[in-house]
C-alpha cells in the first residue's frame, strides 16, 4: 500500500495486492476500516 497526500478519504486498488490510500483516510481510524475492509475480506478468501 502507497500512502498518497491527497485531499479527501479514498482508497484505489491498483491490482490483486496493491492499493493507493490518502493520508487523510489512512489518519481516520474509522476510514481505514472502512476502506480496506472490504478488501482484507477478499484476500482472506
Do not use: C, D, K, Y
Not at 12 to 41: C, D, F, K, Y
Amino acid at each position: 500500500m502507497r500512502i498518497l497526500p491527497v485531499e479527501g478519504f479514498w482508497l484505489h486498488r491498483t491490482g490483486p495486492t496493491r492499493a493507493l490510500m490518502s493520508e487523510a483516510a489512512r489518519r481516520n481510524p474509522a476510514q481505514v476500516r472502512s476502506l480496506l475492509g472490504p478488501i482484507v475480506r477478499e484476500l482472506a478468501r
